[in-house]
């Protein structure tokens, strides 16, 4: 007779999927990516439960640890929400950095040029809607190339990250700029000029807490997006634009149209991250800082373990800006430099893999062999 035998592996698509796995997966994707994170550390000589336990003091536990958290977290959410409504409709925008550093020269130079004697009312909101504008603007331009010109807009957002980023260090180091010091020790070594003091955003004590204004805002700006998605004819034409945009063409949607406005609602919320460090922390166009920061690449990391919902990017975002806050506080020659980055990336990479396992599952494969085992 013949033998059967199995000779590999395939994925098959989910024909149901639990609602428990909604859940369940972005958490072991996270463990997952902290017990490899251990296994790295053990490797090169470091005992990761000790490490793992100064991160968590730092984060979360020590006094005003908490504070430094939501500071780091701020630009994380904003970057994190940018990510998550662009990737909804399958616009894959990597542009977040660039259009991070956009929204902080935008509401910076608004800041600087309105001066000491305006008023916080009208200083605050003005660079709020100066980053959301510039931000909105650098990110329209590879939504317009995607929707009219089928341009890639991963390659296209990409490179105008690096093309921002130059203009910000132009700006600063390379030039006489509105927004570079000339004055003092900015003559010799470039800086950027600080905003007047009714431009700085406030920020909220709970007893020993500290809430900056972004935060806040932040959490607002979440909430919007929810309601958005889920309650308004442009939230339902992005759900069927970015499941299916033939039937959307069918249903008479214009999803060029869509598109470019989904690509410039992402960008202004990259561009309002921008405005946050500017207003909430720096209080400088500060390129270098923005640059080792790195707000906008992981803002994809908050997207993807927050499966794309905003309301979930707000818990993310603390839980990732936990960790870049004490990779900030514990750098020092007992403490593993690259940890932070290798973390994140180690995050997103487990993330994609229990996204993967959550829409297929692995089936074995048979395989009838040509052998004949005969009767005795």
């Known amino acids: ?28 994707s996270f463990f997952a990516a902290l017990l490899a994170g251990a296994l790295l550390l053990l490797v090169t000589g470091q005992n990761p439960i000790s490490v793992y336990q100064r991160i968590l003091e730092r984060a979360f536990l020590d006094t005003g640890s908490l504070s430094g958290t939501l500071i780091a977290a701020t630009p994380l959410l904003f970057t994190g929400l940018c990510a998550a409504v662009a990737f909804r409709v399958g616009f894959f925008n990597i542009g977040g950095e660039g259009q991070f550093y956009i929204g902080a020269i935008f509401s910076s130079g608004i800041a600087l040029a309105l001066g000491r004697d305006a008023q916080v009312w009208i200083a605050i909101p003005a660079m709020i809607i100066a980053g959301a504008l510039g ?36 700006l600063i180091f390379e030039s006489s700029s509105f927004w570079r010091d000339l004055e003092g020790t900015g003559k010799m070594f470039p800086k950027g000029k600080v905003i007047p003091e009714v431009a700085f955003w406030p920020e909220y004590g709970i007893g020993s807490l500290v809430v900056p204004f972004g935060f806040v805002f932040g959490i607002a700006t979440a909430a919007w ?26 249903a008479g949607m214009r999803p060029g149209r869509v598109i470019v406005a989904v690509a410039a609602v992402s960008g202004a919320l990259a561009g309002l991250g921008g405005a946050a460090s500017v207003g909430n922390f720096r209080h400088i166009l500060d390129p270098k800082g923005m640059q080792q920061s790195g707000f906008g690449y992981a803002g994809i990391v908050v997207a993807a373990l927050a499966r794309l919902n905003p309301v979930a990017v707000i818990f993310v975002s603390i839980i990732i800006g936990g960790i870049t806050n004490a990779g900030y506080a514990l750098q020092g020659p007992d403490f593993p430099s690259g940890l932070v980055g290798i973390l994140e990336g180690l995050i997103l990479f487990c993330t994609l893999g229990g996204e993967v396992l959550m829409r297929y599952r692995v089936v074995r494969t048979r395989g009838v062999s040509s052998n004949v085992v005969g009767a005795q």
């Open 1 to 28: 007779m013949m033998r059967t035998t199995f000779s590999g592996f395939r994925l098959e698509p989910r024909s149901h999927l639990p609602r428990h796995i909604n859940w369940t997966v972005p958490i072991g």
């Open 135 to 170: 931000g909105a603007l650098w990110a329209a331009i590879p939504g317009v190339l995607r929707a009219y010109l089928r341009t890639n807009e991963i390659i296209t957002s990409l490179m105008l990250n690096y093309i921002a980023g130059v203009i910000a260090v132009y």
């Open 225 to 250: 997006i929810a309601v958005l998605q889920r309650r308004t004819r442009f939230g339902y034409e992005m759900r069927v634009v970015g499941g299916a945009p033939t039937t959307a063409r069918y």
